[in-house]
Nanobody, 115 residues
Framework: QVQLVESGGGLVRPGGSLRLSCAAAKSISRYSMGWYRQAPGKQRDLVAQTSSDGSTGYADSVKGRFTISRDNAKNTVSLQMNSLKPEDTAVYYC??????????WGQGTQVTVSS
């Protein structure tokens, strides 16, 4: 497993941008990395993911607004969030997983989109 620490959350107005970062304590080059979010009273849902080969995928609700990227040299994964909406408000979690290991989760970072 791998220790993950998220940062970059905060309060932003609708239409604004935030960039979340997830720092891993060891190499992530062989891990699939993802960003998830959980709003109060709702389940935790996948937002975006990047596989070890660099391919990416997004939830329909964030396509065209969010971009996930990874820097294997720095052991970091980022989520650039643009055109934020109130419904993007949630705690955002970073997840690392690979075969034959339990998934690893960060502690989460709060994103609040409000005027």
């Amino acid at each position: 497993q791998v220790q993950l620490v998220e940062s970059g959350g905060g309060l932003v107005r609708p239409g604004g941008s935030l960039r979340l970062s997830c720092a891993a304590a060891k190499s992530i080059s062989r891990y699939s990395m993802g960003w998830y979010r959980q709003a109060p009273g709702k389940q935790r849902d996948l937002v975006a993911q990047t596989s070890s080969d660099g391919s990416t995928g997004y939830a329909d609700s964030v396509k065209g607004r969010f971009t996930i990227s990874r820097d294997n040299a720095k052991n970091t994964v980022s989520l650039q969030m643009n055109s934020l909406k109130p419904e993007d408000t949630a705690v955002y979690y970073c997840k690392a997983n690979r075969l034959f290991e339990p998934p690893s989760w960060g502690q989460g970072t709060q994103v609040t989109v409000s005027s």
